[in-house]
């Protein structure tokens, strides 16, 4: 994928601020409400001053490692402002608002110098008269500007340019995906794809290993795919399956989807599940189970039994998966969302979910948690 080498400061968004939301998830963002209060100012005081917005916010990703670093994460500084290779005049701020606020006056004192639409801010900014007293004020209309001034690395507007494109490609569309060996299942024909931001590259790299069921407790299609594209309900399944039959696809199967994190008293049968729970704790994670789970949600209420369309489109995707990733068809590797939360999802996907229906119809045995 080519990445921007160089790009203009001012201009119009060149990405929404559902993108950079997005991206900071997709980079597991640090004091992500503080991330969230940056991104939000930034858009706004940005956009007003003729600046783009994705442009700072991708400076702020890269200097911050995607919002992960410790001068992020102890001090809300967005793009290490005062931090030098001589010195670090530790520079900190108290929210993400007053984070955005300082990067903006800083940042135009480079472009534009003395902006009055900013001076209410200036006082948040302690390094600003030293842009003017370098001789750097007014000067940079291009990323690579700011070589040597903000930074003398000269791959500078590269490395900053590579997070500008991963922000405005956040959103995406599964692409149509591999069959199987041959043999295997077909992919469903009845597949429809939409873009959501609300995905991350597995972490340790693996392939999915079990196949997890849902219920959207929403009887509306387009509202719960809506809730899944949307950023801030941090929530996405690999696939949702309406009342007809109909497939939407949301993430691709060789990434993570947001459907399996919130791992409370999960069972301690099923042997992968206990050896992915350690593998998080000692990679100094949360329990997450997204990394080796797909998620499939049922258009259904906990009390309401898929249709016979959901069920033939339930048993067509989970045989695919099934065939393509080499899921063995029993009980531990098919599992009910109530099987990783049994707190808050003890009821999801409900008891009228026949979970041993598509089992059964897979070849699986339903009593088998070992394999």
């Known amino acids: 994928m080519p990445r921007t080498t160089d790009a203009a400061i001012k201009g119009p968004p060149s990405a929404t601020l559902d993108h950079a939301r997005a991206w900071a998830r997709q ?48 001090r809300l500084n967005p793009a290490q402002i005062g931090v030098g290779e001589a010195a670090d005049c530790g520079v900190s701020f108290a929210n993400g608002v007053d984070a955005a606020r ?17 001076q209410e801010y200036i006082a948040l900014d302690p390094c600003w008269q030293r842009v003017f007293e370098g001789g ?29 494109a991963g922000l405005r490609e956040a959103f995406q569309a599964p692409s149509p995906t591999p069959q199987p060996c041959p043999g295997g299942a ?3 024909p009845n597949i429809q ?53 109909t497939i939407t696809q949301l993430v691709s199967a060789s990434r993570a989807a947001c459907a399996n994190s919130d791992v409370k008293n999960p069972r301690r049968d099923i042997p992968w599940l206990g050896d992915a729970i350690t593998k998080t704790r000692v990679a100094g994670g949360p329990m997450n189970l997204d990394d080796f789970t797909l998620g499939i949600a049922a258009v259904a209420s906990p009390a309401e039994s898929p249709t016979e369309a959901q069920y033939r489109s339930l048993i067509a995707l989970s045989a695919y ?37 598509i089992i059964l119809a897979l070849g699986g045995d339903p009593a088998d948690i070992r394999t």
């Open 27 to 74: 980079r597991n963002a640090a004091r992500l409400v503080d991330v969230d209060a940056y991104l939000g100012e930034t858009w706004r005081l940005a956009t007003r001053l003729g600046y783009d917005p994705a442009l700072l916010a991708a400076q702020s990703s890269y200097e911050t490692e995607g919002w992960t670093s410790e001068i992020w994460r102890t």
């Open 186 to 188: 077909a992919l469903p």
């Open 102 to 118: 300082a990067h903006l006056v800083h940042l135009s004192a480079f472009v534009r110098g003395y902006e009055q639409r900013l």
């Open 193 to 245: 794809r939409a873009a959501t931001g609300n995905w991350r590259e597995r972490t340790f790299g693996q392939e999915p290993v079990a196949i997890v069921y849902h219920v959207t407790d929403d009887p509306d299609r387009d509202r719960a795919i809506a809730w899944y594209r949307n950023p801030a309900s941090r929530a996405s399944m690999h696939a949702v399956v309406d009342r007809d039959g």
């Open 321 to 357: 998966w099934r065939d393509r990733f080499g899921i063995a068809p029993g009980r531990g590797r098919m599992l009910r969302h109530s099987d990783i939360n049994s707190v808050d999802r003890v009821h999801c996907p409900g008891a009228a979910f026949d979970l041993n229906r």
């Open 136 to 164: 750097a004020a007014g000067k940079a209309r291009m990323l690579s500007a700011l070589v040597p001034w903000w930074s003398a690395d000269p791959a500078y507007p590269t490395l900053v340019g590579s997070h500008l």
